[in-house]
């Protein structure tokens, strides 16, 4: 398994410095790697605009195996935790409906902190 993460600040930059991220750490397939930083950049931003912690971090996460990559955004704040459901995906903004038609699978958990995650085969 390959497993690689990174802390960056809570702030508007954050997306930005996410996308950097996923794009050099070597994990992500070349053929999936616009979906998956488009991905990436919309959690880290939900996570900047939910989080409730403006001077904390971001914790992103990237793992790959067997033939799975996941990734997972974390935020210390509370946030939403049952994305999934279909009402909260219909008045969202477009991305958690990009998460949803782009990865294979995706969810979230909380526990004191938020962490949204997705998986492509």
Known sequence: MQVSETRIPSDPGAPAAARRFVAEVGIVP???LA???LL???LTA?????????SGTIAVRISRSRGALRV???NPGPG????TARPR?????MGLR???RLSSRWGSEGDGTTVVWFEID
């Open 30 to 32: 070349t053929d999936r």
């Open 35 to 37: 979906d998956v930083v």
């Open 40 to 42: 990436v950049s919309e």
């Open 46 to 54: 939900n996570a900047v605009k939910h989080g409730g912690n403006p």
């Open 72 to 74: 997972a955004v974390e």
């Open 80 to 83: 939403l935790v049952d994305l």
């Open 89 to 93: 995906l219909q008045g969202s903004g």
């Open 98 to 100: 990009l998460v949803d």
